[in-house]
């Protein structure tokens, strides 16, 4: 059975960045793969090459050594499929979004410490040592999802225009309301029973944040519906599902590494992921977005309410 759980995801993996790299081999570019791109390709082949030859460190931290030659390759290909006059995140930009990467994702730490659907295993027993992987892996994801997704864009996977959709504000209430049980439920009931439901803290911020979004006028997932754009949608869609695959594959090989304990289909896994797992990776994209853009949002009008403020002083 582990043979198989492996074989199923090496298929998996395979399939997905074939299909990857067939549309980028066929897209036309606008310039070559720059230096931090291969870069990148090096530091990937480097952490797989030292991992099979047993590295200590390199398996310690192999999962965000991977990710971050993933993150400057995957910046590097999508610049070389824009123009220049549209080069895409600065170093600025990719920092600010790592640098906030890691206090999200301790929201659903958080929430892992009430309802216990995955662990912790093979850690250095310094606390030091174990902060700094913590902290290097958890800036990664962030950039990961919304990096992906960018990339996706450029390669035009999902261009098409659907009919615009009116949303009004019963709709918006009934998300919002939905997102909160969804955000709630899993946390009052005893943990027996919440670590069934977990799944709704994957769609639950989409349902609650989205709308506040939609209703500051930032940017937003209804604001796309509303304007018939579904691009934005399926490349974050795509983009989960392509780096949950891929978190999973380097995950399985690292000394420490996160382990699922969730009792939901614990005899069918692919790598360390239960199979039905694989369906949170995408609205947990959504969710990357959403969550982004609502921190944004806020600090938007705050600021503008302390100029107001300041104003009338």
Not at 30 to 35: D, E
Request: aromatic share 16%; charged share 15%.
């Amino acid at each position: 059975m582990p043979e198989m759980r492996v074989l199923a995801g090496v298929v998996m993996v395979s399939s997905t960045l074939l299909l990857i790299l067939a549309r980028y081999v066929r897209a036309p570019k606008q310039r070559g793969l720059s230096a931090w791109g291969w870069a990148g390709l090096l530091l990937i082949a480097s952490a797989e090459i030292l991992l099979r030859r047993g590295v200590y460190w390199v398996a310690v931290y192999f999962t965000p050594l991977a990710w971050t030659g993933y993150l400057l390759l995957t910046d590097a290909a999508t610049r070389t499929l824009r123009p220049p006059s549209h080069p895409g995140r600065t170093p600025r930009e990719f920092f600010h979004l790592a640098f906030w990467s890691v206090p999200l994702w301790l929201v659903f730490e958080a929430y892992n410490l009430r309802l216990q659907n995955w662990t912790y295993v093979g850690l250095p027993a310094n606390p030091v040592l174990q902060a700094i992987g913590y902290v290097w892996s958890f800036a990664t994801i962030w950039p990961a999802i919304l990096g992906t997704a960018d990339f996706l864009e450029a390669l035009g996977c999902f261009s098409s225009l659907r009919r615009p959709r009116r949303i009004g504000p019963s709709l918006l209430w009934t998300l919002i309301l939905t997102g909160v049980l969804c955000l709630v439920l899993p946390v009052l009931v005893p943990v027996r029973l919440g670590q069934y439901l977990f799944g709704g803290v994957w769609v639950g911020f989409v349902l609650v944040l989205d709308p506040l979004n939609y209703w500051a006028k930032g940017r937003s997932l209804l604001g796309d519906l509303e304007a018939g754009r579904t691009a934005r949608i399926n490349n974050l869609l795509a983009s989960g599902m392509v780096c949950g695959i891929l978190w999973e594959f380097w995950n399985y090989w690292a000394a420490a590494k996160w382990v699922y304990v969730f009792p939901i289909m614990q005899g069918w896994k692919i790598f360390e992921m239960p199979l039905l797992g694989y369906l949170g990776f995408a609205p947990f994209a959504l969710e990357c977005f959403v969550m982004y853009e609502f921190g944004g949002t806020l600090r938007k009008q705050i600021s503008r309410l302390l100029r107001r403020n300041a104003a009338f002083a």
